[in-house]
């Protein structure tokens, strides 16, 4: 039999006790879908301002109720392209190390994901508690940008070959093909 793939619909990951089965989420209107476990649930904003203190208003936060790793989005009214991705991706190799001390970029590259290109980062960061994980990456949806980022800790890196594939599943539904 063979393996299933992150795309199918009974695909599951298991990690430290507890298993994620993935699905198509939508957000935007239903304009935008990405793949996420279908335990991930919307916090509040009154933890979100906690848990997340420099979210934007907009902004929208997943997780686990494990915590043990996490997804965000915010849509902006920039308008997004490839040439944006690009030079998003320079800029971010430049500002990224510079927001705090013991930034680390370990990729940072425009991909051509599952539906549509995006600019990926992969980097790790100190948090309040501990060394973070980040996965950030920048695409669209109706000709307007999308940044997501995917964080866990540093101990769990092994979750970050899945972080990019969820990352890589983002797909614009605006889009007539």
């Not at 995006?118 to 669209?140: K, P, W």
């Not at 594939?165 to 539904?173: G, R």
Request: proline share 3%; with cysteine; charged share 25%.
């Amino acid at each position: 039999m063979a393996a299933l793939s992150f795309y199918d619909d009974d695909y599951e990951f298991a990690f430290r006790g507890h298993s994620y089965r993935f699905k198509e989420r939508l957000f935007y209107d239903d304009k935008f879908s990405v793949r996420l476990p279908e335990s991930f649930a919307l916090m509040p904003d009154s933890v979100k301002e906690i848990y997340l203190p420099g979210s934007k208003p907009g902004q929208l936060l997943l997780t686990d109720d494990a915590g043990q790793f996490s997804f965000s989005l915010l849509r902006a009214d920039d308008p997004v392209d490839a040439e944006i991705l690009a030079k998003q991706v320079e800029i971010c190799k430049l500002v990224l190390p510079k927001m705090a001390a013991g930034v680390h970029i370990y990729e940072a590259s425009v991909l051509t994901g599952c539906y549509q290109q995006l600019a990926y980062f992969e980097y790790i960061s100190d948090g309040l508690l501990e060394r973070m994980y980040n996965c950030m990456f920048l695409t669209g949806v109706s000709g307007h940008m999308v940044w997501g980022t995917i964080s866990f800790s540093y101990g769990n890196r092994k979750l970050k070959s899945l972080a990019k594939e969820i990352a890589c599943s983002c797909h614009d539904l605006s889009i007539v093909e």
